[in-house]
């Protein structure tokens, strides 16, 4: 009687034939218990006349350990990552309780209260300020007059041009600076708070900053409260 041997190809597994055959029926593929028994099984029904050949025998034993190795491999690299995404929570703890600036155009309403955001001037600017909802649309225009180079924050009591309360939620803000000469003046906008978590999302680690999330590689200044 002659066994039909087995594969690696037939095995599901972290390889190539397995991702190729991710279309056919999950029934026609092998864990590796189910390969180590059925090699067994193989060895016990040989035909004693016909045994396999030792070539034959070692090949698949190779192709076991080499499945065996890939198992391995894959849940050390999944326990790798875990680690990491932790340490790098466990870091970025410290920042809980501190204030931070972060590279950014948004402006949000919370509870009645403008989140801070502030912009930097290149040189002295006579400044404007256009605050935007999150559909693009012109909310408000805030004159801020002449104004000195070096950091501002933007003041904005939360209402449109109509003088109404705007709902809360995420807006955006858009800095234009005119020198005395009529030439425009360059300008860098940012975010600020206070730091009070860190979140773990789709494997990055962010920094809670009111109801902002923000990368930790984005700070730019870390100030204690």
Do not use: C
Not at 5 to 26: F, H, R
Not at 87 to 104: C, E, M, P, T
Not at 182 to 208: D, I
């Amino acid at each position: 009687m002659s066994i039909q041997t087995v594969s690696l190809n037939n095995i599901a597994g972290p390889s190539q034939a397995a991702a190729e055959s991710q279309t056919t029926d999950k029934k026609d593929a092998l864990g590796r218990d189910e390969f180590l028994k059925l090699l067994i099984t193989q060895l016990k029904n040989q035909d004693p006349l016909n045994p396999m050949q030792s070539v034959e025998f070692t090949s698949q034993l190779a192709q076991f350990s080499s499945l065996e190795q890939l198992f391995n491999v894959g849940g050390h690299l999944e326990s790798i990552k875990t680690s990491l995404l932790l340490q790098g929570g466990d870091q970025l703890v410290h920042y809980i309780g501190k204030s931070v600036k972060s590279a950014g155009k948004d402006i949000a309403v919370r509870d009645g209260e403008i989140e801070p955001a502030i912009y930097h001037l290149d040189d002295d600017a006579e400044v404007q300020v256009s605050v935007y909802a999150s559909d693009g649309a012109l909310v408000r225009t805030l004159h801020m007059g002449s104004q000195k180079k070096g950091d501002h924050q933007v003041s904005w009591d939360g209402k449109d041009e109509a003088g109404r309360s705007v709902a809360e939620g995420e807006y955006r803000f858009q800095v234009k600076g005119i020198d005395v000469s009529g030439q425009p003046v360059s300008s860098q906008t940012y975010v600020a708070g206070e730091v009070t978590g860190v979140r773990h999302e789709s494997g990055k680690a962010f920094l809670v900053v009111g109801e902002r999330r923000i990368l930790p590689e984005s700070i730019l200044e870390v100030n204690q409260l």
